[in-house]
Every structure is written in C-alpha cells, then in structure tokens.
C-alpha cells in the first residue's frame, strides 16, 4: 500500500498569513458564484475531503504560496480526460456503415479536423472573435450553461489551452472572447460529465438551439464522416466559397492530407498550403493599415517569460520581417498573394529580405529562427497558431497514460486522497527545481505533468507564476530526443541532491550511477557494503509526500512522453542519438546491477533494479510531429500505414513528441529578434530609426538566433 503524504495543519514557519485555499469563495483567486440565474446546471462535486492533506503554502524560490492547484481540480480534469478517451475509442471503433473505408487512426484524425473546425465556429461566432472587443466589452465572462461546448470541441479547446504560450498570444491578437473567459472552468465543465459512464449529459434544448444557431453546426459532431459531408472553404484568390467534401475517395477532401480544390469562380487551384499563405497576406494587410495595432503572429508574447512584450518590438519586428516603411502602400490579401505568390516559400523568401537585408540570397545562411517561429503560424489555416488536431492527437498519448495508470477509473479517489495530493506537491517542488536548474528544459514525470497540466487550465493563475520564478513557462511535447534525455538526467540529478530521494523509481535508470560510491550526489550507494539482512528491512522513505516506494506509485514517476507518431526511417541524427542512448542506459543496467549483488546499492537503487528488468525507457523513439508544409499526422491517422502517408516526415526530420519546459533564454523574444535582424541587414540608418545604436549589432545572440531550427 502507497505510503501516505504527511498532514499538514500549520504554515511553515515565517510563512505569510493565509486563510483562503484557492477557490474559496471570497479569495483572491476565487470561483464566480454559482447562485445567480446564469450559473451552470450542474457542478463537479469532488471527492469529499480530497484537498485536506494539502500543505497551505509551498516554498518556491524562497517565497512562500499557496497551492497553486488543488487535488480536487485534478480529480475534475481526470474526469474530462476519461470522458475524451471515451470519445476516441468510440470514433475508432466504430462500426456502421461507411461509404469511405478508413483505418481507425485515419477515421479519428478525419474527426479532429472537423474538430478543430467547429472550435473555430464556437470560438469565433459564440464566445467572441477578432474585432469583437467593444462588443463583448470588459471584465471577466462566466460561461452560461447554453454556451458550455459540446465535448469534441471542449477537448480541442483543452489542447490548446495546454500550449499556454501560443494560446496567451493568440487570444491577445484575435480571439478577445477567450481571454475573458479566463481559466478553463473546470469543475462546471466536468459538471456536464458522467462520473460513472465518462459520457456527457444529455445536452437542454436550449443547449443545442444555442450551438446549432451560433455555429451553423450539429451538436454532435458524427463519428464518421460521408463523402456527401462539405464545409465551405474560401478561395485565397478571389475569395469566394467553395463548398468542399470533408473526404474523397482520392484523399484530397479538406480533411485529408492531400486536399486540394480548384476554385469554381476562378479555376485556381489551392490547398492548405496556399490557405496558410492566405492568413499571412489577410495579417499583413491588417498591420500595413494600422501597424499601431496589429502585429504578426509569435511577435506579440515574448518567447522566453511567456509575458507581452513592449509594443514597440512587437510593431518594430513586424514591420521589419514586412519590409515596411512609412512608403508602403495598403493593399487587399488576394492582391499581395498574386504579387508575393501563394506559396509559404515564396512567404518567407520575401520575409529574408525583411530579416537578412541584402544576405537574403546568400543560400549558407539559414532563415533565422525567429523568422521561422513566426511562419510556423501560417503553416495551416484558421485563426490558431497551432495545428491543433495534430496537437490533440499527441495529448491524447498521456490521456492514455491516464488511463492505464487507472486514474479515470469510477471511484478511483473515494478513498486514495494521497496520490494526487502527492501530485500537487511534486508539482510545486518541480517549480521550486526550475529556478535553480541549470540548461533549456525541465522533464517532468506523469504525476508532475498531470497537476502542471490542470495548472495551465487554470491559465489566469497560471500567467501569476511568474510573480514567483520569474517566468511563465511554456509547455513543449515536441522536443527532441536528445535535449530531453540530457534536461531528464539533470533534473534527476537535482531533485535527489535537494530533496533527498529519487526523482523516479519507475525503472528508468538515473545518471552517474558509476560516481555514486565516491560521494555523487545521486548517489544510491551506501559507502559500505550491505549485508541482506540490511536489504530486507523496511525501506526508511525521508519524504513520503514527494515519492512512495509502491509498485503503482512508482508507474507514476515514469517520465511523461506523449508521442504522436513513431516514423519508420528515423534518419540518421536521431538513430545516433537512440544508439548512444541505449548504450549509456545499458552501461548504468550493469553498474547498478553489480552494486545491488555486492550489497552497495540503498534501497532506491535496489528498487529501481527490480522495476528496470522489463521497462521500456523514455527518449528512445523518434516520432513524427510535424514538418514545414504542415503537420500530416492529423491528416491521415498515423502517418505512415495509408497511402496518404509518405510525407516529408518519413525522411528522418521527426522528432520526440515528449514534454518539456522551455525556458530556453536563448530563444529571446521581438527584442532580440529585432536586435538579429539588424545585426544581419547592416542598415545604420533603420537601425537609428528604431531607436537601436550601432553598437547593439555585436551583441551577444548571433549563435541560437541564426539556427533556423
């Protein structure tokens, strides 16, 4: 049985005064009242007691908070988790009639897309987009029961929610609806749940008249979809509707990967490609009309802190990627696409004019990466800066750690109050960690990412973290493999020299076990070498509230890799990244396993050679997550087993699709791209011009800025 969390009923000594847990009526970060006629139908009751093992307050970086996220506010996500993997399984499964064969992953990606559409439909047209401001006025809105969504386009919004960088900046520039909306409701969402079945209530009337009205859309979405089944797509030329079939049986519907149409008013033909190129032009139209106002996407929240940058870097790196100046005409986006082309290549050939000056011809000079991070918005169509059916697809992969870890299960936390508490003290101890850790990334483990994930739902408390770290991190699944085993050893190594056990018992080997008999600070050997009636005591565990020795408790701390899709030809960088990896963790195998048969090995280590004889370690598989024409993952299944699959990402550019902090300083933000930019154009006078002196041309950020990674 999982040894329990200590109670905690007093403050740490020193601490500031507090009375009110999160969520308390009254407090400062408290819930809405449900008691006035706009509340919802039904709210999530959590399991009774649930949160009063909590600690009141945390120390990070030598301040003293309150809990940042509540067990019960894991208990409700948990519910929505299990409701989603529900959802999946039933599209996958499903077995009526179908006029279009299709693989289950491909019938689940055909899903997502209509998905993420009819998000974009509720979003824009029911919760307030772009232009609406002075309509939705100010101050924070509470959804009204007809405005909860239904559970496919709740799961989307989710997704997006868990990229809290790129969802801050995209409410910031176009969707005002969702900023007011604040942090993902999460106890009235799971409200709309059944506990018990993982299905969602049956929707009022009022519900459904109010989605269909606003969207133009059915409230459920149909778990497969017909080739009778359209969606009107707007010509990037001339800007007239076409209407176009989800799937065709020559897999170039809008939902599949080869989509392509030819336009009936004007006979050009367009993809998604051209669609993206489309949303650049209408952007740049909008910031050569008012460049006081509208900016670029990914030039608006700094990249490093997760905060808004100072305007003036915002409309400096826009109208310095646009080439604009105070000569620069207005004109509409169908006839900048005609002039530039309907290419993304042509988009950023004529962005390096912007960023590189005359160098923007010069083939060994990759595009900077800025450049990139901003494009990377204009890679698909829509007004998200992200492929967001492809983003849930490797969301879904912890959905489904959830699951097999037993978390979504009926009446999983009636009685186990201490697993998810021991979650959220993880979580805050893994913040603690993060401002002391040194490189790019912190990995955390399952139950780390499980409250760090509830945590950016909450993303109005979120964005407050950085009052306390000095940053708002921003939550990355599509890391590489090698950054990430590298950032997982250092914080294994930190965590164990802090805090005095294990980071994981998973199975998942630690680093420098051969340094640990000469005093390492991971070290999981005693100096002297033990006898067996030694091992067989009861393990002495210092810290039962971040880590029990427990078999299931120990599946928990296996580092959080949700993958999306494994590649079939890995290419050769990241086959040499697995080889020398599995070398390294073979080495660390037989090392441990010599000190536990001399008897020098403590408890922990004796663990952990038990739990790595059949553990499958993380950081191992290369997975596609994307590629520069846009991410095939979402559009057709996994990638790789139809013929829609061979793509650029089967020629060894995936990449792992794991989970990582970035607080990478050198990824910088508009400032120091603008700083890149004029180190590379040369241009005295421009640079006078933006208020910057010659002298900051030398500065320091050629190296990670010029990498067009």
Known sequence: MAAPPPSYNSAPTAAPAYTATPGTLGGPDALPGYGDPNAPSSIFVPSQGIDSKLP?????????????????????????????????????????????????DERWAVFLQRAVYRFEQWVVRMIGGEGQEEVLGEGPKVLSPNEVPPLDVLMVWHTYMLNPRTYYEDCLRKLPGLLRVGSLPLMQLAGSIDSETLLAHPPSEGRVAAFTAYTGQPFE???????????????????QPNTVPWITYKGDGYAQRGFGCICDNCRFMFNRESLGARKFYEDME??????????????????????PADVQWSRVLTGTV????????????????????WTMKAVEDYCRAGMLGEKKNKAWIATPRP??????AYRQPGPFSLDLASAVIRQMNFVEKMVHLGFTEQGRWEEDHDTLTRCVVRYHHFLDLMTSTQGSFVV???????????????????????????????????????????AYDKIAEAWKARFGVPYSICGCLPPNISSGSSGSSFSLFSKKGKSKSTLEKPLENPRPDLLSSSGEAADQTHPSDHSAVAII?????????????????????????????????????????KRGVDHTPSFLCPVQYGVHQGDCTALSGNGLQTASAAGECCKGNGMNGLCGAQFDQKRGGPLESVKYAMMMRGDSNYMRDVGMAQGNAAWAITGPMASGS
């Open 56 to 104: 009141n307050h945390f120390k990070i970086n030598n301040q003293y908070v309150k809990a940042q996220v509540l067990p019960s506010e894991l208990q409700a996500h948990l519910v929505l988790l299990g409701a989603f993997h529900r959802l999946r399984e039933e599209v996958r499964t499903f077995k009526g009639k179908a006029d279009i064969p299709m693989e289950p």
């Open 221 to 239: 979405c149909p778990l497969n979809t017909t080739s009778d089944e359209t969606v009107p797509v707007y010509c990037p030329d001339c800007s």
């Open 286 to 307: 909008k910031c050569i009309v008012n460049p006081e106002e509208f900016f670029l996407a990914n030039t608006v929240v700094d990249y490093h802190d997760g905060t």
């Open 322 to 341: 646009l080439s604009l100046d105070e000569g620069t005409s207005p004109a509409p986006a169908q006839t900048l696409g005609k002039q530039i082309g």
């Open 371 to 376: 450049l990139n991070i901003i494009l990377s």
């Open 444 to 486: 955390p483990t399952l139950d780390i990412d499980l409250a760090w994930h509830t945590h950016q739902l909450l993303c109005d408390s979120y964005r407050k973290v950085k009052e306390v770290i000095g940053i708002i991190p921003d939550h990355d699944d599509k890391v590489g493999q090698g950054a990430l085993s590298d």
């Open 569 to 609: 030809n890995p290419g050769e960088p990241n086959a040499a990244q697995e080889q020398v990896r599995r070398r390294e963790l073979g080495k660390r195998a037989k090392e441990l396993g010599k000190s536990v048969e001399k008897g020098k090995a403590d408890r922990w280590g004796e663990i952990m050679q």
